[in-house]
């Protein structure tokens, strides 16, 4: 059982491209989430899905989009790259939906080292 | 607004006992959780508070008190493994998770 992958394990990309990044779990679980983790700051949310065929937008969503076809997949993508959009990006899964964090405890991939230049 | 307050970066001795607190303010309450991260990994679970007092798991504990918006984990027999920085989050009344931004603990010899 893997868990959560994300791919890919990190990307160099020039501002204006389009990136989308990879989210796969295998634990069937309903919810999942986009982070991202800058140095001195907390995890903070970027987009989340209670269940698949839903989203919603979390604390920080602008230059991001989601989408959620399947329970399994949940891929992120900037649709013109910034260099603000540098960051490590998690992707986070759990068994819970209530609300964007639901009552349950939430598993995260290995994460995607972003830069864009 | 929401605020999770944790010291930056904390000193222990390998062998020690460290506290690492937490405190929060934020819209509603429904739970903390502790994560551990080590330097370039994912972070993991480590413990869910939702009722005040302690609640204890092998060589880590957790405590809370709800009334005062403070959470602490203790950390016993320290390992150099345990060199990670530990996140503390709360869930609001939304449901929302809001991350602190972690406490790097150095272990020394």
């Known amino acids: 059982i893997a868990g959560i992958t994300q791919a890919p394990t990190s990307q160099i990309l020039a501002a204006g491209r389009r990136m989308t990044l990879r989210c796969t779990q295998d634990?069937?679980?309903?919810?999942m989430y986009w982070y991202r983790q800058d140095l001195g700051l907390g995890l903070r949310l970027i987009h989340y899905?209670?269940?698949?065929?839903?989203?919603g937008k979390g604390e920080v969503p602008d230059g991001y989009s989601v989408s959620r076809a399947n329970t399994d997949d949940f891929p992120l993508t900037l649709a013109s790259a910034v260099p603000s959009q540098t960051s490590v990006y998690f992707c986070?899964?759990?068994?819970?939906?209530?609300?964007?964090?639901?009552?349950?405890?939430?598993?995260f991939g290995p994460g995607t080292r972003l830069t864009v230049l | 607004g929401q605020n999770i307050d944790q010291p930056t970066e904390m000193t222990a001795t390998e062998g020690a006992i460290v506290q690492i607190n937490c405190t929060y303010q934020?819209?509603?309450?429904?739970?903390l959780f502790w994560y551990q991260q080590h330097a370039g990994e994912a972070p993991t679970f480590l413990s869910y508070?939702?009722l005040d007092g302690l609640e204890e798991k092998g060589r880590f504990s957790s405590f809370l008190s709800r009334s005062k918006g403070y959470s602490y984990l203790l950390l016993k027999e320290l390992q150099m493994k345990d060199s990670a920085s530990y996140l503390c989050?709360?869930?609001?009344?939304?449901?929302?998770?809001?991350w602190g931004a972690g406490t790097k603990l150095i272990i020394k010899p």
């Open positions: 634990m069937r679980h309903n919810a």
């Open positions: 986070a899964s759990s068994d819970g939906t209530s609300g964007s964090g639901g009552t349950d405890t939430q598993y």
């Open positions: 934020t819209s509603g309450f429904n739970g």
């Open positions: 899905s209670n269940t698949a065929g839903t989203t």
């Open positions: 989050a709360v869930l609001d009344s939304n449901y929302q998770l809001i």
């Open positions: 508070n939702v």
